[in-house]
């Protein structure tokens, strides 16, 4: 379609007509947008073609972890059920500078907290390949929000594989930057050393596009990085011949299903045919990534949810004897289990006498998990795996098993230990039809290679292997 053929005003009502047919049928929405939106595509539709920025017109998706002034950012919470935001997040700003329609915010598993969106405490999202199953989480609602086709793109967060699981789950691109390439002001924080916001899409140049617009430093962000920004969708066309994959095989093990295996393994061969070298690589403390990622995150975790208080904002247990009995119950009923779950491990593992034995200790494996990288990377240009061991499962399988539902992200925990860039993309589909998910990852800052590869990868036919 040539430009201008449409107007702004003409896809935003489109849009929400068509969320308005189609959610109910998977929840993605927690709210919608509509008033500014529409102010934004009737700013859009008054300027020039030649000087519309260039996502002007698209309608993208917010993760509802991420503020927007004037609108209710919960979290999926009952905590902050009635909070109502009064500023923009950084990504946001970009975004709408950059031309989009702010749509709408998507359902979360309570504070990023989960790998299916079932701990959200309004409803659960469902999968647009076969509505019995979950999307993966925690930005299970941006993830359908793309793939059933409300919006063109989408941003979640991932702290230990938010948005390239779900991705992998629901059959869409998703990366996840560099720790401090997008800015996380405005972001409500669960894991402060491992979060970051990123997009997803239907295709490689979608998310490219709305890397481009969010990346970048920012002085709100002490830890976003003053690095310059390649221009990803000019570098996407790059050949990628002679590029140096790494495969860790002996990672390939127990509990992945053999339809995902099957279909990471024609994908890297598929790569192979273009020209990449595949090499084995080792990775040997990947093995405690787990281990290691469930005591740091929720010790962050218990540090930052200790804001949600009842006295500040949010929802407040009324009638309560005391300040101590105010806070017992405002916590009490605010936080769903998991989120209780979590804060009460990150606790214990900070308490006096535990916390050499437990954070500390686990930090010093995190920087050998660093050193792992650090080192493969000196020989390689990526790493490929699987992004989730399994595809998407039934809605309550993994409900009453916290530990079958935490092993949901052992291939894409490193990457935020870590700290370095990673892509899901989707890798055909087992019998039942639905997506598996490859996952490449990357040296840090260097989400021009992933997004080169991966648009190669789509190119050659990779997302319909199978």
């Given at each position: 379609?040539?430009r201008?053929?449409?107007?702004?005003r003409?896809i935003?009502?489109a849009?929400?007509?068509?969320?308005?047919?189609?959610?109910?049928?998977?929840?993605?929405?927690?709210?919608?947008?509509?008033?500014?939106?529409?102010?934004q595509a009737e700013?859009?539709?008054?300027?020039?073609l030649a000087e519309?920025?260039p996502?002007?017109?698209?309608p993208?998706?917010?993760?509802?972890n991420?503020v927007?002034?004037?609108?209710?950012?919960?979290?999926?919470?009952?905590?902050?059920?009635?909070y109502?935001?009064?500023?923009?997040?950084?990504?946001?700003?970009?975004?709408?500078a950059?031309?989009?329609?702010?749509?709408?915010?998507?359902n979360?598993?309570e504070f990023a907290m989960?790998?299916?969106?079932?701990?959200?405490a309004?409803f659960?999202?469902l999968n647009?390949?076969d509505?019995q199953?979950v999307?993966g989480?925690s930005?299970?609602g941006?993830?359908?929000a793309v793939a059933s086709?409300?919006v063109v793109?989408a941003?979640?967060s991932?702290?230990?594989?938010?948005i390239?699981?779900?991705?992998?789950?629901t059959g869409?691109?998703?990366?996840?930057p560099?720790?401090g390439?997008?800015s996380?002001?405005?972001?409500v924080a669960?894991?402060?050393s491992?979060?970051?916001i990123?997009?997803?899409?239907?295709?490689?140049?979608?998310v490219?596009?709305i890397?481009?617009?969010?990346a970048?430093?920012?002085?709100?962000?002490?830890?976003?990085?003053?690095?310059?920004?390649?221009?990803y969708t000019?570098?996407?066309?790059?050949?990628?011949?002679g590029k140096?994959?790494?495969?860790?095989?002996?990672?390939f093990?127990e509990?992945l299903e053999?339809?995902v295996?099957?279909n990471?393994?024609?994908?890297?061969?598929?790569?192979?045919?273009?020209?990449?070298?595949?090499?084995?690589?080792?990775l040997?403390?990947s093995?405690?990534?787990?281990?290691?990622?469930?005591?740091i995150?929720?010790?962050e975790?218990?540090?930052?949810?200790?804001r949600f208080d009842g006295?500040r904002?949010?929802?407040?247990?009324?009638q309560a004897a005391s300040?101590?009995?105010?806070?017992t119950?405002?916590?009490?009923?605010?936080?769903?289990?998991e989120?209780?779950?979590?804060?009460?491990?990150?606790?214990?593992?900070?308490?006096s006498?535990?916390?050499d034995?437990?954070?500390?200790k686990?930090q010093?494996?995190r920087?050998?998990?660093i050193e792992?990288f650090?080192?493969?990377?000196?020989r390689l240009d990526?790493i490929?795996?699987?992004t989730?061991p399994?595809v998407?499962f039934?809605?309550?399988?993994?409900?009453?098993?916290p530990l079958?539902?935490?092993?949901?992200?052992?291939?894409?925990?490193t990457?935020?230990?870590?700290?370095?860039?990673g892509?899901?993309?989707?890798?055909g589909?087992?019998?039942r039809?639905l997506?598996?998910?490859?996952?490449?990852?990357?040296k840090p800052f260097?989400?021009?290679?992933?997004?080169?590869l991966?648009?190669?990868?789509?190119?050659?036919?990779?997302?319909?292997l199978?």
């Amino acid at each position: 379609m040539t430009r201008g053929q449409i107007s702004a005003r003409e896809i935003c009502q489109a849009t929400f007509d068509y969320i308005e047919q189609t959610d109910s049928k998977f929840h993605a929405f927690l709210s919608l947008n509509r008033e500014r939106a529409e102010q934004q595509a009737e700013r859009i539709d008054k300027t020039s073609l030649a000087e519309r920025p260039p996502l002007a017109g698209i309608p993208v998706a917010l993760k509802d972890n991420m503020v927007l002034a004037g609108r209710p950012t919960t979290c999926g919470s009952k905590i902050l059920e009635n909070y109502v935001a009064h500023y923009d997040a950084t990504v946001t700003e970009r975004l709408e500078a950059a031309g989009a329609l702010l749509i709408g915010k998507t359902n979360l598993d309570e504070f990023a907290m989960g790998s299916s969106t079932e701990n959200s405490a309004f409803f659960p999202t469902l999968n647009p390949h076969d509505t019995q199953r979950v999307p993966g989480g925690s930005s299970g609602g941006s993830a359908v929000a793309v793939a059933s086709g409300m919006v063109v793109g989408a941003l979640g967060s991932d702290t230990g594989g938010s948005i390239r699981q779900p991705a992998a789950m629901t059959g869409t691109v998703g990366l996840k930057p560099t720790y401090g390439r997008v800015s996380r002001f405005g972001l409500v924080a669960f894991a402060s050393s491992l979060d970051q916001i990123g997009p997803f899409g239907r295709s490689v140049r979608d998310v490219a596009e709305i890397l481009g617009a969010i990346a970048g430093h920012d002085p709100h962000d002490s830890t976003s990085a003053a690095l310059p920004v390649p221009s990803y969708t000019k570098l996407l066309e790059d050949s990628v011949k002679g590029k140096k994959i790494g495969v860790p095989w002996d990672l390939f093990g127990e509990g992945l299903e053999p339809a995902v295996k099957t279909n990471v393994t024609r994908g890297i061969e598929l790569l192979k045919s273009l020209g990449c070298l595949i090499e084995d690589v080792k990775l040997p403390h990947s093995q405690y990534a787990i281990d290691v990622y469930y005591i740091i995150a929720p010790a962050e975790a218990s540090a930052n949810l200790a804001r949600f208080d009842g006295v500040r904002y949010g929802f407040r247990k009324a009638q309560a004897a005391s300040l101590t009995e105010m806070y017992t119950q405002t916590r009490e009923t605010g936080f769903g289990p998991e989120v209780k779950r979590r804060i009460m491990l990150g606790t214990y593992a900070l308490s006096s006498g535990y916390y050499d034995a437990y954070y500390a200790k686990a930090q010093k494996v995190r920087s050998l998990i660093i050193e792992d990288f650090k080192k493969a990377f000196e020989r390689l240009d990526v790493i490929i795996c699987p992004t989730s061991p399994t595809v998407a499962f039934k809605l309550g399988e993994k409900t009453d098993n916290p530990l079958a539902m935490y092993l949901s992200d052992v291939f894409t925990i490193t990457a935020n230990l870590a700290g370095i860039p990673g892509i899901s993309l989707p890798c055909g589909q087992d019998a039942r039809h639905l997506p598996v998910g490859l996952q490449m990852l990357a040296k840090p800052f260097d989400e021009a290679t992933l997004l080169q590869l991966s648009y190669a990868f789509e190119k050659a036919g990779g997302f319909h292997l199978g």
